[in-house]
């Protein structure tokens, strides 16, 4: 689980880079509701990269495209396979369940409330803004001065935009992608990405209200949220189950696309969904299969190691755990000790034996691990 959580770290460096760096361009090429379908994207890339080797193409062309990828990949691996420990383990499982506990400890709690139909209604504080909570029980908070703050139109524009976040099932969607921070929790561009997330969220549901408004809704919502960032008290809070209308962070984004009536299109989430599958299987092949090998490495020549006599003598037993790399022509190379029980006795033994294996050429490479036992013969 640790190395597919690093190894995913870089999948999520590429991805947050290209979707942060590009926001701009992308908004104004696709429109807000497809752009934020695009957001998919990154839950496909991990469960990709999570699949069996077996389940993927076999990729038998050149790899010097991803030849840089794919170094950076093994080093990854290597450095997991180096350091890994099971206090590492620890930490990050700590980690994790912290950041679920903030998510538990902000979950909508039960007030006083009166129904619409299947929603839940609270009131709240006067000078907040309107928002919606709630998975499979939602609740939508309203402030008490609500009435006199917007008239009827600019009422039904803003119950519009919870309504929509509600039917649209973004309440789930934020749960999944706070999930996802949970998991990569040390992860600094998964946080970017879960914020950046949040506000497309908002620019679709507003694009979504106004598909088919007139110019003078258009204007009367933006008038709308103009008024709210003026009034509000408290600015709205980036939760993982609500967010509130109006706040001043995505304001001026907002108040822009309202020009905007670009439809959502279906395509581009496909075409691009193919192109992740494809780049990620490319990517990944090569390391798989390296590690796979790894894994499956037999020496073709084997030299068992000399029982020193001393330790014979004593009947000492022991083991001896060696990482070693090999080299194009089949040899062993770089060998180092990562465990020897008793320490110090049979060392030189082992590195003596392992010195003279060979390999298979195709195995070349660093990371291979071995592991030597000494056992004295039983009468």
């Keep these: 689980m640790i190395d597919w959580v690093l190894n995913c770290s870089l999948i999520l460096i590429c991805f947050g880079a290209v979707r942060l760096v590009c926001h701009r361009w992308l908004l104004r090429t696709f429109g807000a509701r497809t752009l934020y379908s695009l957001w998919a994207l990154l839950p496909l890339a991990l469960i990709v990269s ?4 077996q389940w993927w193409p076999q990729w038998h062309g050149s790899r010097a495209v991803w030849q840089v990828l794919v170094q950076v990949q093994q080093q990854v691996t290597a450095v997991v396979a180096a350091s890994y420990s099971m ?47 709630g998975l499979l029980r939602p609740i939508l908070y309203l402030p008490r001065d609500l009435a006199q703050r917007f008239n009827t139109q600019q009422r039904r524009l803003m119950l519009a935009h919870e309504k929509q976040h509600w039917q649209r099932g973004d309440l789930l969607a934020n749960a999944f992608a ?20 949040r506000y497309d969220q908002e620019l679709a549901c507003d694009a979504q209200v106004l598909a088919r408004a007139s110019v003078t809704e258009r204007a009367q919502y933006g008038q709308t949220l103009v008024q709210v960032a003026a009034t509000a ?32 299109r279906y395509w581009p989430l496909l075409v691009l969904s ?14 798989m299969a390296a590690a796979q090998a790894k894994e499956d490495a037999r020496p073709i020549v084997r030299v068992n190691p000399s029982y020193p006599v001393a330790a014979a003598q004593q009947g000492i037993e022991g083991q001896v755990v ?54 004295l013969a039983s009468d």
Excluded at 239 to 263: C, D, F, V, W
């Design 50 to 53: 999570a699949l069996p080797q």
């Design 87 to 133: 206090t590492f383990y620890w930490i990050w499982l700590l980690g994790m369940a912290a950041a679920l506990t903030v998510l538990l400890l902000q979950w909508p709690r039960e007030q006083r409330y009166w129904r619409i139909g299947k929603l839940r209604v609270v009131r709240t504080n006067a000078g907040a803004g309107p928002a919606i909570a």
């Design 178 to 197: 706070y999930g996802i921070c949970a998991i990569f929790w040390f992860h600094p561009v998964a946080w970017l990405c879960y914020r950046r997330f």
């Design 233 to 264: 008290i408290t600015e709205g809070a980036l939760s993982p189950h609500h967010y509130r209308y109006g706040a001043n962070t995505t304001m001026k984004e907002r108040i822009l696309q309202l020009q905007s009536a670009r439809p959502l």
């Design 274 to 287: 193919l192109l992740t599958m494809t780049f990620i299987t490319a990517w990944q092949s090569p390391v």
């Design 322 to 375: 060696m990482r070693f790399s090999v080299t194009t022509d089949g040899k062993v190379a770089n060998i180092e000790i990562l465990n020897a029980k008793p320490a110090g006795i049979f060392n030189e033994a082992a590195k003596t034996a392992l010195s003279k294996w060979r390999y298979d050429p195709r195995f070349a490479g660093d990371g291979h691990q071995v592991a030597l036992a000494f056992q």
